[in-house]
């Protein structure tokens, strides 16, 4: 069975400050990787997400993520966050071939002006 | 275009009672996905329709959930009776079958609170 762990569940940062969001996902065949987004009221939306190919990713927003299959991880960066971005985030797998996603349990980002 | 609908968006009910949730997704979208969200926790899915058929239902409570997408369009979920542990948002998603790697469109939700 797949399962996805995000280590960090609470980060707090000032704007302009760098972000990396740790996940790390157990499955040995191909996998879709994605990043999901959170907003306070709103509903999840998608921020990332890799199939195949080039392992560094650009997403909505100036996110990105980095597929290293050796690590079986794909982090979540941002050079610079802003306040807009405090939301809770993500990680997600599907296995290819099979749709559902497995997601992680999630990490709230808090961005303080 | 008009993203996933969700309905009631809010729901308390005392333990032993019955609750039904309805989605309709995103017009066209083949596949619907039912998640449960429980607080502080990622969603995880319940059940899984391709159409009007169940692709995967191994997570689904059989006992006192129940599924259902006639006409292979909207769907409804139903808790019978309800647990305390009930208490969670339930999520439905829906994906276009053909797109690449089947991305997943969310509505925004039914938190349920079982007292």
């Known amino acids: 069975a797949q399962s996805v762990s995000q280590h960090n569940h609470h980060v707090i940062l000032s704007e302009a400050a760098s972000l990396e969001l740790g996940c790390n996902y157990s499955?040995?065949?191909?996998?879709?990787l994605f990043w999901y987004v959170q907003y306070p009221g709103q509903h999840l939306q998608l921020l990332l997400k890799?199939?195949?190919?080039?392992?560094l990713v650009k997403g909505i927003k100036g996110f990105e993520a980095e597929f290293i299959k050796s690590k079986f991880s794909f982090n979540l960066r941002k050079p610079s966050v802003q306040w807009s971005d405090t939301a809770e985030y993500f990680c997600a797998v599907n296995a290819a071939g099979r749709r559902a996603l497995t997601f992680g349990s999630g990490t709230r980002l808090q961005v303080q002006p | 275009e008009a993203g996933v609908a969700q309905s009631p968006r809010y729901k308390i009910i005392e333990k032993r009672q019955s609750v039904a949730f309805w989605c309709n997704p995103i017009s066209g979208h083949a596949t619907l996905y039912w998640y449960q969200q429980i607080l502080g926790q990622g969603p995880k899915l319940l059940i899984q329709f391709q159409n009007n058929g169940v692709v995967d239902d191994s997570q689904l409570p059989k006992d006192r959930f129940s599924a259902e997408r006639l006409k292979g369009v909207d769907s409804t979920l139903k808790i019978q009776p309800a647990k305390l542990e009930d208490s969670a948002v339930y999520l439905c998603a829906s994906s276009f079958e053909y797109r690449e790697a089947y991305e997943q469109y969310f509505g925004p939700g039914t938190r349920l609170t079982v007292t």
């Open positions: 890799y199939f195949s190919g080039d392992p």
């Open positions: 499955y040995g065949g191909t996998v879709n």
